[in-house]
Every structure is written in structure tokens, then in C-alpha cells.
């Protein structure tokens, strides 16, 4: 196989698992912020079982937690299903979806950290303050609690992002396709593994490179010196 194929054929893949990993991103912000929120309250029976699947989450590795779910989502579906009278295939079961379940989960427990510190950052005093001279709550926000936010939050999520690229590259264990999946797949065509594995090296350290870039770019223009 030619080596541009495979060079062609790796990056083809880039926007795929960009794609998820935004996706699995937003799932753990979503579900990060109420996690976080709930947390927060006095709810002392939900608090003890979120910090129970906190805990859990944070303790086992994502790749014991993908395992687990590709053996346990395709059968709790097929009980399920026979609950209602209907036949369901446990190997029909998408493998998109475990790692959508196993990653969001895993995010929603690292995003509700992430949010707790963000929000430690705002003034509540300027809030307060803004109040008392008469602003609106969209005024708040826009003027006061957004710009406060903006400096922390947009690199955290940023280097979120990065995180999750990088880590689905162990999700190849269960059949999914991203940029380390598809160089397994060239390099075992080819028998060009050191070739196909630099390659896939490359393309994580660029996509690095252009995170470091842009949270920079933001670190210089967005933050007051």
C-alpha cells in the first residue's frame, strides 16, 4: 500500500473523532453542570449517590469503564426489550453509543469539577452590586458574570476537548474507528506500523499544536494584563 494512501486514508478520520469527542463534550458539560448544581444543594440522599458515581468514575479507568459497558448496555437493552415482548439482538447493539455512554459519563464527572472551579471565579459582589443599581439579569451576565467566566472557562474547555481526543484513542478495544484505530487498521494492511504509527503521532501533536494555538490567541487578546 502506498505510503500516501495510508497517510490520506488516517487523516479522513480527523474529523470524525473531532466531531465525537465535541459531542461527548457537550454531554459532559450538559450533564457536568447538573451534577455540579445538585451537588451543591442540601440533597444529602442524591448528593450521597452522586458522590458515590463520582467517585466510581474518577477511580476506574476509562478503559475498564468502556469494557464494562460493551458487555453490560447490549444485555440491560435486550432485558428490556423482553419486558415488552420484543426480540432485540445483543450484537446489533451500536458501538458509537457505548463509547458515547462510557465517554459522556466519564466527561459529566470531570466537567462537574471543571464547573464548580469556574464558578468559584465570579464575583458574586459585582453581582450583587449590579443588582442594586438597577441592572437586568441578561445585563449581568453580558456586562458582569460572562467576561468574568471567559478567561477560565474557554481554556478549560478547550483543553477538555484535547483530553477527549486523546483518549479515545484507547476505544479501538471495543471496534470503534478513530485516528489510532484507523493507523491499526492501515498498519495491518501494509505491515507499515512504524510508518502508520508515527503518522497517527503526528496528526494527535498537530491537533495539539493548533489547541495550544488558539487558547493563546485567547490568553492574548481576551485577558486583561
Known amino acids: ?7 490520506n486514508n488516517i ?3 480527523v474529523p470524525y473523532t473531532l466531531l465525537i469527542a465535541l459531542l461527548i463534550l457537550l454531554i459532559g458539560l450538559f450533564g457536568g453542570a447538573i451534577v455540579a448544581f ?3 444543594k442540601d440533597y444529602v440522599f442524591i448528593s450521597s449517590i452522586l458522590n458515590l458515581y463520582v467517585s466510581f468514575t ?3 479507568p476509562i478503559v475498564v469503564q468502556l469494557l464494562i459497558g460493551q458487555a453490560l448496555l447490549p444485555k ?5 426489550c ?5 426480540e432485540y439482538q445483543q450484537q446489533n447493539f451500536p458501538i458509537l453509543l457505548v463509547v458515547l455512554i462510557c465517554y459522556g459519563s466519564y466527561q459529566i464527572v470531570l466537567e462537574s469539577e471543571n464547573l464548580r472551579g469556574i464558578y468559584q471565579a465570579i464575583d458574586i459582589a459585582q453581582v ?7 441592572l437586568t439579569t441578561n445585563q449581568i451576565l453580558r456586562r458582569i458574570v460572562i467576561p468574568q467566566l471567559l ?9 477538555s476537548l484535547l483530553k477527549i481526543v486523546k483518549s479515545l484513542s484507547v476505544a479501538f478495544l471495543i471496534g470503534f474507528v478513530d485516528i489510532m484505530a484507523e493507523a491499526r487498521y492501515e498498519a495491518a494492511l501494509s505491515s507499515e506500523y512504524i510508518f502508520s504509527f508515527f503518522v497517527a503521532g503526528i496528526i494527535y501533536w498537530i491537533i495539539c499544536l493548533i489547541f495550544q494555538f488558539l487558547i493563546s490567541v485567547f490568553h492574548r487578546d481576551y485577558t486583561i494584563p
Open 82 to 86: 423482553k419486558l415488552i415482548g420484543k
Open 11 to 13: 487523516i479522513l478520520v
Open 76 to 80: 440491560v437493552i435486550e432485558t428490556l
Open 151 to 159: 478567561p477560565t472557562a474557554f481554556p478549560i474547555v478547550l483543553n
Open 1 to 7: 500500500m502506498d505510503k500516501m494512501n495510508i497517510i
Open 128 to 134: 450583587e452590586a449590579g443588582y442594586s443599581i438597577g
Open 38 to 40: 445538585i451537588r451543591s
Open 58 to 60: 474518577r477511580g476506574v
